[in-house]
């Protein structure tokens, strides 16, 4: 059993930055691809980004190109999500996700365990 606890979420202001971890526990480990997902209030869950197992493959939602980061631990078996120039759009709860699968993946459904969430909101 894996499970994932996302840490990090808060309010802030538009223009600002905030840094979001997901921290594994269980046999997930370093193995697995670790994605990020938002869903924001009346959305659909949506992807933001992914990072492979070893860290040296990422791919992002075109709107957060250049503005979010995702990196990873595995010596602590973690991964972040650095959010920068925060819009007012960003605002959701962000989702941990792993999948077992070496290949990045942007669908949600191919993500074999999730976290609770944590709620990002950005004020303008």
């Known amino acids: 059993q894996v499970q994932l606890d996302e840490s990090g979420g808060g309010l802030v202001q538009a223009g600002g930055s905030l840094r979001l971890s997901c921290a594994s526990s269980g046999r997930a480990g370093s193995s697995y691809s670790m994605g990020w997902f938002r869903q924001a209030p009346g959305k659909e869950r949506e992807f933001v980004a992914v990072v492979s197992w070893s860290g040296d493959r990422t791919y992002y939602a075109d709107s957060v190109k250049g503005r979010f980061t995702i990196s990873r631990d595995n010596a602590k078996i973690t991964v972040y999500l650095q959010m920068n120039s925060l819009k007012p759009e960003d605002t959701a709860v962000y989702y941990c996700?792993?999948?077992?699968?070496?290949?990045?993946?942007?669908?949600?459904?191919?993500?074999?365990?999730w976290g609770q969430g944590t709620q990002v909101t950005v004020s303008s």
């Open positions: 996700a792993a999948d077992a699968d070496p290949f990045l993946t942007l669908s949600e459904n191919d993500y074999d365990y």
